[in-house]
Structures are given as C-alpha cells and as structure tokens.
C-alpha cells in the first residue's frame, strides 16, 4: 500500500497552479499555518471553490499573516468503523507541508450539506485533534471554524466549533485570522480572542450565546452573553470588486479539468432554495477570457462551467464562442460541462452556441453517472402548477413546453433531465401522479423515440434562511413509497417496454436525508447524538429511519418534533443568524394550509 507522501507525491505532480506560483517570501515573519480540511477525495477537492477561493487568497496576499493548505481524504486512508486511520506510522499531514495537520493554527472545514455533518468528526480524529470546543487551549490547539451551506443551521456543532463563517468567507476569513494573530502575540485567553471574533460581520461564534433548550427539542430563547456580542449575525455576501478571483477561477487543477463559476446567486428567488438567497452577481468577463487561455496553454480536456443558472450570464455567447474556438483548435477532445440552466431562459441561440462546442455534458451526470452527452436538465420542481406559483417558482408549463420546442429542433441533445421535489407539504397523492404524467407528456411533446427522459427526484427539505425554514418535512423513509408512486405510474403509463428504454427515475440518498432532517431543525444535542452515534462505529451513509428514531428515543426526543411545521412565533434554534421575512414566511405557510384545506374539502379543480 502507498504512502501519504507517495500519495502526496503524485498529486504534486498532476496538480497545476493556474497562475503565477506562491510566493511566501514577502509574508509577515512567522505567518500561521491555516489547513483546509476537505471531506473528499483528490479530484472532488479540486471543485470545492469555496475553502481553495480563501486558501488561494490566503496565499497570494502578501500582508495576510498566514499560509494556507490543504487535507484531504487520501486513497490510501483506511476505514476502521467510522474512523479514517492513516498508514501504520504516519500521521495525518496536508499536500502542502509534511507537519501535521494537528500542529495548524487554524482549521478550517468546509460542508456542503448539513447531512454531511458528522464527517467532521473523522477528520478531525483523523487529524487528532480534540473535537469540542472547549477542550481545545488557544496556542496549543487549532482553533476551528466552518464554513459553506452544510452549517446553515449552525447550532448544531455549536459545541464544537470554535466560529462559523456565514455566506463569503473572503472578508471575515481575513479578518479572523489576524484576531488570532494578535490573540497569540499577545497571548490572550481564548474566550477574549473569541469575543472579537463574534463582532467580525459574517462570523458566528456559538460558545458567545446562552440558550434554554426546551425538553422535546430546540430552544425557547437565545441571547449573547455579553454586550459586546451582537445579537444578530448575518451572512456575508459581498460586491464583485470585494470578491477574489479564485472566487470565480478554480486556482488548482490537475491538469485535466478547469472551473469557472460565471454567476452568483439567481436573478430568482425561488422560496425553497439556497442560490435564490446571495444577490445575483456576474464574473468579471476579462478574467474568465485569462482563465481560458491559461487552460488552453495548459491543454486542460475538461471545463466546468459552475453557475446556479448559465444562462443568466450576460456574457454568455462570447464565452461560449470562446470555448468552442478552444475545443476547435485542440488536438484531443475537449469537453465543456455546463452545471445548470433554467429552461425558460433557453434560447435557440444558446441551444445551438452549446451544440457548436461539439463536446458538452451536465454536471450531475458527469460526476454521478457515466457520462450521458446532449442532455439539458429541466427543474419544473413541481407538476401542480399552483405548487409552482405558490414556492415563488417562475417557470409555468407553457415555457417549458416553449423549451421543449426549441430543444425538438436541435438534434445535439437527446436527453432532458426534470428535476422535481417530493414530499412538499400539503402534496397529494394526485400531485406525485401529476409527475409521471408530465414527464409522459414532455416525452410526446419532445417527439425523439430514442431520447430519454431522466426524472431526478428530490425530497422537499426545509433549509434554514429560507421562506420555506419552517415548513413541515415527510419523513424520509416515507419518500421512498413516494417514489414508488410515481414509478409505477409511469410504467403504467407506458409500459414496461417503454418505461426502461426511455425513462430513468434517480432517487436513493434516505440516510444522508434522514440526517439532513434533523441537522436542518436540531439544537445542540443533535450534535451530540452524532458525536455518539459516530464513536458506537454507525455507518451513517446507511442510517435507517428506526435506527436514528431508537438514538433520539435515547435523549427523550421525537423524531417528529423535526419534521413538523414551526409557527411563526417560534424561536428556531438558528434564531441568531436567522434573517428570513417573517411575513412571507407566514404567507406561504398560510397559502399552502389554504390548498390543503381546499383538497380535504375536495373544492380543488
Ligand atoms: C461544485 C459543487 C459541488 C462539489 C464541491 C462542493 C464544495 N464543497 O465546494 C461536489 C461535487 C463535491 C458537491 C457535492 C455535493 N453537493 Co454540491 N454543489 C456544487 C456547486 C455546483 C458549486 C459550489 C461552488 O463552487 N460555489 C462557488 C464557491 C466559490 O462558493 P462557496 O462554495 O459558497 O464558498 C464560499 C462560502 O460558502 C464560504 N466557505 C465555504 N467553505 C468554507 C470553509 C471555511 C473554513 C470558511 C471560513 C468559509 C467557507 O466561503 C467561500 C468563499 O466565499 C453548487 C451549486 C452552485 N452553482 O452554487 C452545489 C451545491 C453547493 N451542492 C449541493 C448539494 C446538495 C450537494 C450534494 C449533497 C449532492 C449529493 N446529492 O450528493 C453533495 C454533498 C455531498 C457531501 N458529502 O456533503 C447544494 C447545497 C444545498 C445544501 N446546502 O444542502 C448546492 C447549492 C446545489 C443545489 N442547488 O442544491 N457539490
Ligand atoms: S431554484 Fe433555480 S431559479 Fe429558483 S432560485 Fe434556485 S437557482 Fe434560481
């Protein structure tokens, strides 16, 4: 078996920095070792923009007192239960430096999504280094912060974590470490570094809050310990000029594949989502053009375009006329991976300005299945139109089948991926039936007896700083019969023959939803039972629904407590960094009562 350092060796080797090299030698004296955790493998990595925009940024600006670097989960770590074991005899080190990981001054992890939670306790095992908060001395210990979707809820490693950075981390990363800077040449406790640190926009520092848990779970009140510490923390979303290039530009790569990320946020704001949320920005049109020659000059055979929806770029033709030059003039193919679009921004000039790149795919089935070419991913997100309307979701049936036609007439793309969400509340029987039935439809519709129709299915999840944060969630394990409903009718629909050639339902992720379920709603405690169900050696990518009900009947908890709607007057557990509008929050909560009473009456057309 290799070693890390074999390991490490051969990453070295691929890897690409786009850019001029680092260079450390104008740092201030002794700078901090910031080490980024990443709960992936090498090449997944490589796409966390988020964590390598900061580790970039850290790098190459000369007056932040730090050098940044990052840990991955190596191929050659082994399981032992849970726990990740390095190679007898080495210790858990970074691709940077062969100093171990426990040894940073900073550490920072970054989770996508809150299902993902309790990969924070292996790495920070891995790394040996003491998981809660407390137990961690400033100048002895690193101090930990967090940071991406995966703590939108941030209460729940509130024990844990030392602070949590909310939205962009560009500013407050900066800010935070030459806190802990001073902190240690000054030689301050760690609770007075702490209390700087919770009035830094955009940083949480959970241990600055006292809170009264109420004995079914969550909390009844929330408040700041001390005067200095604000009682509100909101996210940080920041002006393009505020923002890193590496924010837009993947910084590494491993000489194969390129990243850009054109938009932020969404001109929409669909109630359920988290990209509707940051304001819309767009990527600096000349850097991305500098990016794509130094990917050309490397000879990269891949690139990523990573944007909630691609076709809000203003720039997009000139981009794509860009790429298609790049992918004309190459001597090996070149592939351009387009990550999302909205169908009823689809025009026939985009559908064919993408054609023209001659090699095109889609992220999600580049990543999760082989790879399916010619495919453009449609999210009705729900069949009901008044589903549609009510969650604020713009795109009504007749712009799909507007895109339908338009896609009909260009023979380069064969596939259409419809995302749609399972499991929202108030959702009848009527409504899943609706979704097979549409998906029947937008395959006459789109007249291409070969082509398929992909249906990806997403059960309706809660997130926090959404207007749907407090909405009731179905319980996982009943998605899966949802699912089947939806299965059965399509195959009713158009027969065994049909349903395998030309329709493909994706569905299965119950364990990391379960989880998810009660990571979105939980306090503190939750964080705790995953710190126990983790050490008793669960594997939580197979948690079953009685499995995680039998660990909250332990703690005299109810796994239905997370699942059901909160009213309006509650006080979330994510209360302090909650800035939702209470009156559309309310609004939508009382539309969809209104719906569902008028089905229990049958009054519904
Ligand atoms: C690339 C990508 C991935 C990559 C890399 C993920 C990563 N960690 O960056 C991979 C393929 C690994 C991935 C996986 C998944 N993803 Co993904 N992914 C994306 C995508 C397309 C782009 C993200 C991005 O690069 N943004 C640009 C960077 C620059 O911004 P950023 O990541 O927000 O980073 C900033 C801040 O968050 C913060 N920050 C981030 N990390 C840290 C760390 C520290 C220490 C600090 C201080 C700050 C900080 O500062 C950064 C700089 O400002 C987005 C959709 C989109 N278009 O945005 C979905 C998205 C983030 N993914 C999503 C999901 C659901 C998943 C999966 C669960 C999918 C699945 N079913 O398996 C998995 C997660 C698996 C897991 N183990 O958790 C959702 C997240 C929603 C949520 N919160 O649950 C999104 C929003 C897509 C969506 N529409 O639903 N994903
Ligand atoms: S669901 Fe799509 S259109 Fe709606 S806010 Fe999210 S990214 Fe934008």
Not at 133 to 150: A, F, I, K, Q, Y
Not at 215 to 233: C, D, E, F, N, Q
Not at 288 to 293: A, F, K, N, W
Not at 420 to 434: C, L, N, Q, S, Y
């Amino acid at each position: 078996m290799q070693t890390i350092e074999e390991e490490i060796q051969k990453i070295q080797d691929r890897e690409i920095i786009v850019g001029a090299p680092y260079d450390f030698t104008e740092k201030p004296k002794k700078p901090l070792r910031v080490v980024f955790l990443l709960p992936y493998g090498h090449e997944y990595s490589l796409l966390c923009m988020g964590p390598l925009a900061l580790y970039d940024l850290i790098n190459r600006r000369k007056d932040v007192p730090a050098v940044a670097e990052r840990a991955i989960i190596y191929d050659c770590l082994t399981e032992d239960g849970q726990r990740l074991r390095t190679p007898a005899g080495e210790t858990y080190r970074s691709i940077e430096s062969a100093a171990p990981v426990a040894e940073a001054d900073i550490i920072g992890v970054s989770i996508t999504n809150s299902g993902d939670l309790p990969s924070f306790f292996r790495l920070l095992d891995l790394a040996g280094i003491p998981r809660r908060s407390e137990e961690r001395r400033l100048g002895r210990h690193p101090l930990v912060v967090g940071g991406n979707g995966g703590f939108a809820n941030p209460e729940i490693l509130g024990d844990y974590l030392d602070a949590i950075a909310l939205g962009e981390g560009e500013q407050s990363m900066l800010q935070l470490i030459d806190i802990v800077r001073d902190g240690l040449d000054e030689g301050r406790p760690k609770d007075a570094v702490l209390e700087r640190m919770s009035q830094v926009p955009g940083l949480y520092v959970p241990s600055m809050y006292s809170y009264e848990l109420r004995p079914s779970g969550g909390i009844s009140s929330v408040k700041p310990r001390r005067l200095t510490v604000p009682a509100k923390v909101h996210a940080q979303y920041l002006g393009v000029e505020d923002l890193h290039d590496a924010h837009w530009v993947a910084p590494i790569i491993d000489g194969t594949c390129g990243m850009i990320v054109p938009t932020l946020g969404c001109r929409w704001a669909c109630h359920f989502c988290t990209l509707g949320v940051p304001s819309f920005r767009q990527a600096p049109f000349d850097l991305l053009m500098s990016y794509i020659d130094k990917l050309e000059e490397i000879g990269a055979s891949q690139i990523i375009i990573s944007s909630p929806t691609f076709t809000q770029y203003g720039k997009r033709y000139r981009l794509l006329d860009r790429l298609r030059e790049y992918s004309g003039r190459a001597a090996n193919k070149v592939t351009t991976i387009i990550g999302s679009v909205r169908a009823d921004e689809l025009s026939a000039r985009y559908l064919s300005a993408v054609s023209e790149l001659g090699e095109f795919g889609h992220l999600f089935t580049e990543l999760k299945l082989s790879s399916t070419r010619g495919i453009v991913t449609i999210a009705p997100e729900f069949a009901s139109a008044d589903l549609v309307a009510m969650f604020n979701k713009t795109m009504t049936l007749q712009r799909v089948h507007k895109s339908i036609n338009l896609l009909k007439e260009n023979e380069d793309f064969a596939h259409i991926m419809l995302y749609f969400i399972v499991g929202a509340p108030g959702e009848t029987r009527e409504d899943r039936a609706a979704i097979a039935d549409y998906a029947v439809d937008i395959f006459n519709r789109f007249e291409r007896p070969d082509g398929t129709i992909i249906l990806k299915l997403q059960q309706f999840m809660p997130k926090p700083n959404t207007v749907s944060q407090r909405l009731p969630m179905s319980d996982p394990d009943h998605t899966e019969e949802f699912v089947q409903e939806i299965q059965d009718r399509l195959r009713a629909l158009v027969g065994d023959q049909a349903y395998e050639r030309n329709y493909r339902v994706l569905w299965g992720e119950s364990s990391r939803l379960l989880l998810e379920s009660v990571c979105l709603r939980g306090d503190r405690r939750i964080g705790r039972i995953l710190e126990r169900l983790y050490d008793d050696g669960m594997d939580l990518t197979a948690l079953t629904g009685e499995q995680l009900r039998k660990v909250l009947d332990a703690e005299d908890l109810d796994h239905s407590y997370y699942l059901r709607e909160l009213s309006i007057d509650e006080v979330v557990p994510w209360e302090v960094v909650d800035s939702v509008d209470t009156a559309q929050e309310a609004e939508l909560i009382r539309a969809l009562k209104e719906r569902t009473a008028h089905d229990a009456s049958g009054r519904r057309e």
